[in-house]
């Protein structure tokens, strides 16, 4: 069984059964989907297109038998459970989304330099990261990327979490296999269970 199999398998077994009817309503991106994808972040992990290859996003997705809003996702911050982007909200936050963490914070960076973690580029254009997950609160308060251009000491793929108020920027797995197999290995704690 492959990670992402496993990944699934696990995640269905935690969802309470309302969310995972929803699920079930979900199937995955198209081969041209993926491929576009692939197109504009070569360094893509396969794990992730396997993913989206299954669920082609959870976030307020239509699909031909309902609308799927179903948190699959985690991070280290646990009140914070996320939603899968579909593929073509990818590639749209992509467009949408140049300016850099030096271009947004200015000097506040200068007066707090633990915004932003070890091994992350502040001077590269958000855009260049794949943002595949916004959290439950539409990704307002934290987002997830895939960082294929660290800094010195950050390793291309790592996962790196931002979160809001306060900001911060923070590597939380070397790459997305990694990320996937913390969630497994936490036993998916960002669901809430059925009583």
Request: hydrophobic share 35%; net charge negative; proline share 4%.
């Amino acid at each position: 069984m492959s990670l992402v199999e496993t990944y699934l398998s696990g995640l269905r077994q935690a969802l309470p059964s309302e969310e995972l009817e929803q699920l079930n309503l979900a199937h995955g991106a198209s081969a041209a989907d993926l491929q576009k994808l692939s197109a504009h972040y070569p360094l893509c992990p396969d794990s992730l297109l396997q993913l989206l290859g299954q669920i082609d996003g959870t976030h307020f997705r239509d699909y031909p038998g309902g609308t799927v809003i179903v948190l699959v996702l985690g991070s280290d911050v646990f009140e914070y459970p996320y939603y899968l982007s579909a593929s073509e909200q990818i590639l749209e936050d992509a467009r949408g989304y140049t300016d850099s963490i030096r271009g947004m914070y200015g000097e506040y960076l200068e007066d707090y330099p633990e915004t932003v973690g070890a091994g992350i580029d502040s001077d590269l254009a958000m855009n260049q990261r794949l943002c595949f997950s916004h959290c439950m609160n539409n990704g307002g308060s934290s987002k997830l990327y895939i960082d294929f251009n660290p800094a010195s000491g950050g390793t291309v793929g790592q996962v790196v979490r931002y979160l809001h108020d306060p900001d911060s920027y923070e590597v939380i797995a070397d790459s997305f296999d990694q990320y996937l197999q913390q969630l497994i290995d936490d036993d998916f704690a960002f669901v809430e269970r059925e009583i």
